[in-house]
């Protein structure tokens, strides 16, 4: 006796369809028949309501996607990145040496497979650390950073306050110009609340003059009108800062979760807007159950999926000096902090090794004030410095940092500066060509944290980070500046930067920037129907 498909229970056939991936092949279902319409939504609610309950259990599982044969999208970090339907769409980013991108990238999240739509119109500038969300069809790309090239010298690093939107439908780019603007702006954070775009914080052209150039203004775009203004709030207000998380909630509030705003000087902090007065109102969230933090809230968007925030972290322990610092203006004027003369103290102690190697991306900080002046390259109450944005790469994981760095007014000085740093690079490459293999050392992985904002709208406007749950299964390698983004059912993370350590036989542990285009899913266990 044979058994068609429409004669099966609705409950085998409703596991039939939650074996689809949740995006259009899933969809299409719908359209077959009314039955199959009303299996099909069963199936999309139910999975909606399985996610979110794992969500809130802690029960979560990372899944790899290997690489394919069809094009691979270039490795970066500090991008952006929107999902839109079925798709997932990365824009710009930097790689390890800060070179900046302008392409725009499509994630097929039914094939898992990327696409580089050839885009039309007016392209935005190369740029990282931007924001871009989705707006009915259109994505609106706002701020952003570029590092310069290396020749000619006396170039700054440049922020944005270009305003682009890309027609999804026409697959076109248009700049927007608008009489008032921000000002210049760069790991800012970015929601849409109804027609309207509201951007918190950043690293500012406009606070270049302060000891740490980052802002805590808000500034709402009017998508309907493309009109900017500068929105009014109440003290008291978060801190300036950059690098912070912002979460929608609703139409009249929004959420700013971490960031930071100096050297050393991570937040761990969480503050409500209410966007319904004339003159807004900031509102600290009382935080608990901090054991159960993640060490970073800053350098990598949270993600909501229901009452919660995922966040992406290492497992939590102390800062270690250097981390997320940001050089100070004119160092020999400001006070030693404890990190730096625990620093100073450990290099006395240490043999002096002799490194030529150029001052690149600021790796091994600014000159000091005694050489400076002595060579007349440096006058320590100039204000007006070029600067530019850098990578650290202390021992620990850092952070895409902005600071100030001095323009080698001697060029000549400069080249064989570089010409000495490509010489020893070849005999490095050369030494680990007849070295043995290296071996990585151990480092840590990824760890999912989670933070439950139930109370937040309530009364005494609470928030409780959840209990890390080990289900055996390690995360990527630990990195930052990667993107999180929600698609249906699961969370997608993708790139990042991170230190890679590596030991070769009979020559010093080597410190390398590891950049990454790899692709991973946060999924629940298995629905069983």
Not at 45 to 73: A, D, R
Not at 209 to 223: A, K, M, R, T
Not at 414 to 440: D, G, P
Not at 494 to 503: A, M
Request: charged share 20%; aromatic share 10%; glycine share 6%.
């Amino acid at each position: 006796m044979q058994c068609k498909i429409d004669d099966l229970p609705d409950e085998i056939l409703e596991y039939i369809l939650s074996l689809i991936p949740p995006y259009k092949d899933l969809q299409e279902c719908m359209f077959v028949s009314k039955r199959w319409y009303r299996a099909t939504k069963n199936v999309i609610e139910h999975s909606e309501t399985h996610f979110q309950k794992s969500v809130s259990y802690g029960s979560l599982f990372w899944n790899s996607v290997s690489p394919s044969h069809c094009p691979i999208i270039s490795k970066r970090h500090s991008h952006s990145a929107c999902t839109y339907e079925n798709s997932m769409y990365i824009f710009g980013g930097c790689t390890a040496t800060c070179t900046t991108f302008n392409d725009l990238w499509k994630l097929n999240l039914d094939t898992r497979k990327w696409v580089r739509p050839i885009t039309m119109g007016s392209y935005p500038s190369p740029k990282a650390c931007a924001t871009m969300l989705h707006y009915k069809k259109k994505f609106i790309l706002f701020g952003g950073w570029s590092h310069p090239s290396p020749y000619p010298v006396h170039q700054q690093w440049k922020l944005f306050n270009e305003l682009h939107v890309y027609s999804i439908e026409s697959n076109r780019w248009s700049a927007v110009c608008s009489l008032e603007s921000p000002p210049p702006t760069s790991a800012h954070s970015a929601t849409i609340h109804g027609n309207l775009m509201v951007v918190f914080g950043g690293v500012c052209n406009g606070y270049s003059g302060d000891l740490y150039p980052s802002s805590n203004d808000i500034w709402c775009l009017n998508l309907d009108t493309y009109c900017w203004h500068k929105q009014a709030t109440f003290n008291p207000k978060p801190q300036a800062r950059y690098g912070q998380s912002q979460i929608e909630l609703d139409e009249k509030h929004l959420l700013i979760l971490g960031g930071c705003i100096g050297p050393n000087s991570p937040m761990e902090d969480a503050w409500l807007l209410t966007m319904e007065d004339p003159i807004w109102t900031w509102k600290k969230i009382n935080m608990r159950n901090t054991e159960w933090a993640p060490s970073r809230v800053w350098c990598h968007q949270a993600c909501k999926v229901g009452n919660y925030i995922i966040v992406l972290s290492k497992s939590k322990r102390p800062s270690q000096p250097n981390e997320m610092s940001i050089p100070q203006k004119n160092v020999a004027c400001q006070p030693p902090q404890p990190s730096e003369v625990t620093s100073n103290e450990r290099r006395r102690s240490a043999p002096q090794e002799v490194d030529r190697d150029e001052n690149v991306n600021g790796r091994h900080g600014i000159f000091s004030r005694l050489t400076t002046e002595r060579n007349g390259h440096l006058n320590p109450t100039n204000p007006t410095l070029p600067k530019r944005m850098s990578f650290y790469n202390d021992s620990n994981l850092s952070m895409a940092a902005f600071r100030g760095e001095i323009v080698r007014a001697n060029s000549k000085a400069n080249r064989q500066r570089q010409l000495e740093s490509l010489r020893r690079m070849e005999e490095r490459i050369q030494s680990r060509k007849v070295q043995t293999k290296a071996v990585k050392k151990t480092e840590n992985t990824l760890s999912i944290f989670i933070l439950d904002i139930t109370n937040v709208l309530c009364d005494d406007c609470t928030a409780s980070w959840m209990p890390l749950k080990q289900n055996g299964q390690s995360g990527p390698d630990e990195r930052i500046l990667y993107s999180l983004a929600l698609g249906r059912g699961e969370l997608i993370v993708f790139g990042g930067i991170r230190k890679e350590r590596t030991t070769i036989q009979g020559l010093p542990d080597i410190d390398d920037s590891e950049v990454y285009n790899d692709l991973y899913f946060i999924n629940p266990p298995r629905y069983v129907i």
